[in-house]
């Protein structure tokens, strides 16, 4: 699928759709979702051109990788969520239910949650 730069999160990225920005590097946003399902319900994006982790995973460079993998962590461990735990999931495709065409991974914390399996 090619990358549709009028999805919402590219407008996010272009400071035309506002986010609630909780870190920000050269490769990497995050930021709050709009509709938490969780007490802390964060999403990391890179800022690259990437549908999902499929491309990004071939395509981005070694940096954008590390950029975005440290992040991840950064972000949870900035909100307090190491310790009792937290989840993260990245919905890739229609079978997963993808709503949003660019790749992002959602942090869920804050509460005990539920077991998850497919
Ligand atoms: P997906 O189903 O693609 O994995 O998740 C997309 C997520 O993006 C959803 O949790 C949804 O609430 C969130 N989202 C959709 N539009 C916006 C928006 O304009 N701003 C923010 N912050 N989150 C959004």
Request: proline residues 7%.
């Amino acid at each position: 699928m090619a990358y549709d730069p009028n999805n919402i999160f590219a407008k996010i990225l272009r400071g035309e759709v506002p986010s609630k920005k909780v870190h920000e590097d050269e490769h990497t946003l995050a930021f709050h979702d709009i509709n938490p399902l969780t007490p802390s319900h964060i999403l990391v994006i890179p800022k690259g051109p990437y549908v999902s982790f499929d491309d990004f995973s071939e395509k981005a460079s070694d940096a954008e990788i590390a950029a975005f993998t440290r992040a991840i962590g950064k972000v949870a461990r900035d909100h307090g969520l190491a310790g009792d735990g937290y989840r993260i999931l990245a919905n890739i495709g229609e079978n997963a239910h993808q709503e949003v065409p660019h790749l992002h991974v959602h942090i869920f914390g804050g509460k005990r949650l539920g077991r998850m399996l497919p």
